[in-house]
């Protein structure tokens, strides 16, 4: 069987693991999470969604988080899902 020599992990627990909780998870929480994922190696991280708060509140602060984590977690490829 043939291997592939590296595997790309795309970790979606910031939207994932967040989007359906009932307890809206504060700005700070958010990119204290996301910089614990990045401090265990992980480098590809979705970060939430951009949708309305009004459907999914969770991700009413997302513009703020998706800024301070690009500006202070280096090396992490972030990316946000765009519903269509």
């Known amino acids: 069987m043939n291997m592939p020599e590296k ?4 970790e979606v627990g910031p939207r994932d693991g967040l ?11 958010k990119i204290e999470l996301i910089r614990r994922l990045a ?4 480098t590809h991280i979705q970060l939430g ?3 309305s708060p009004r459907a999914v509140p969770q991700f009413g602060n997302i ?3 998706a800024r301070e984590v690009m500006a202070s977690i280096p ?10």
């Open 7 to 10: 595997v790309d992990i795309l």
């Open 19 to 29: 989007q359906n909780l009932s307890e809206f998870v504060e700005t700070k929480q």
């Open 39 to 42: 401090a265990s190696g992980l």
């Open 49 to 51: 969604a951009f949708v």
């Open 63 to 65: 513009q703020e988080v």
């Open 75 to 84: 090396g992490v490829r972030s990316n946000a899902s765009f519903p269509i």
